[in-house]
């Protein structure tokens, strides 16, 4: 199947800066990623929608200003935490889809990114 | 509003037993629903597709079926081994965009040996 890289696994950072974490497809394209949040003992939550060339779709309640998705090519799409504090730490997780397949069929996903707040 | 739910946080069985775990859907039809597997620390793995027309689909030792009356789905493992403990997601497609997907809850499985 395709594979989906997030880097990095892990990261703890302070408290009032900013983190980037990226999501590359490496065996296909991706014109639409998915990023995901999944606090400890619940499921994952739907963030956003990343559109290569085009801004990014939020779902409701999520900060776009804190929260920058930028999706410059077919094969990255990166998720920037600005100003983070200790609430956003959680398992951020991104997903894809092969560009042009039917729409029934499953996503893959990267294995994730453990950001810690300190 | 449409919900989708998986009743049993945890699910503990005897290695070779068969698990059955359960997904329900409320307020809408969907076209197909999804398996998944995530381990700790790591992304869901996809599994099983099933789509609304389907009643059963089988991969291996895995078996997923569709009941569009009851609006369940329910997702079978048979000769369960340890190695199988993790937690199971179904999820469905969230919307109109192309690869949004909705999870439920999540029920962690643990075989025992």
């Known amino acids: 199947g395709a594979v989906v890289s997030q880097h990095p696994s892990r990261v703890i950072c302070k408290s009032g800066t900013s983190v980037k974490i990226e999501c590359r497809s490496l065996?296909?394209?991706?014109?639409?990623m998915f990023w995901y949040r999944q606090f400890p003992k619940q499921s994952l939550m739907l963030m956003a929608t990343?559109?290569?060339?085009?801004?990014?779709?939020?779902e409701q309640g999520v900060e776009k200003d804190k929260f920058l998705i930028n999706h410059a090519s077919l094969t990255l799409s990166t998720l920037t935490v600005t100003s983070a504090h200790p609430e956003d730490s959680s398992f951020y997780i991104c997903?894809?889809?092969?560009?042009?397949?039917?729409?029934?069929?499953?996503?893959?996903f990267g294995q994730g990114t453990r950001l810690t707040v300190v | 509003s449409q919900k989708i739910e998986q009743n049993s946080e945890a699910l503990n069985i005897q290695e070779g037993k068969t698990a059955t775990l359960t997904c329900n859907y409320t307020?809408?039809?969907?076209?197909?629903l999804q398996w998944y597997r995530q381990d700790p620390g790591r992304g869901p793995v996809f599994l099983l597709l099933i789509r609304e027309n389907e009643k059963e689909k089988r991969k291996e030792r895995l078996k997923v079926t569709f009941d569009t009356t009851l609006k369940q789905s329910l997702f079978h493992i048979t000769a369960s081994q340890p190695a199988d403990s993790a937690t199971y997601l179904c999820a469905r497609a969230g919307g109109t965009s192309y690869g949004k997907l909705t999870f439920g809850q999540g029920t962690i499985l643990t075989v025992h040996p």
């Open positions: 307020n809408y039809s969907p076209a197909y």
């Open positions: 990343s559109n290569e060339g085009s801004k990014a779709t939020y």
């Open positions: 997903s894809a889809r092969t560009t042009g397949g039917p729409t029934n069929t499953e996503a893959f």
């Open positions: 065996d296909f394209q991706a014109t639409t």
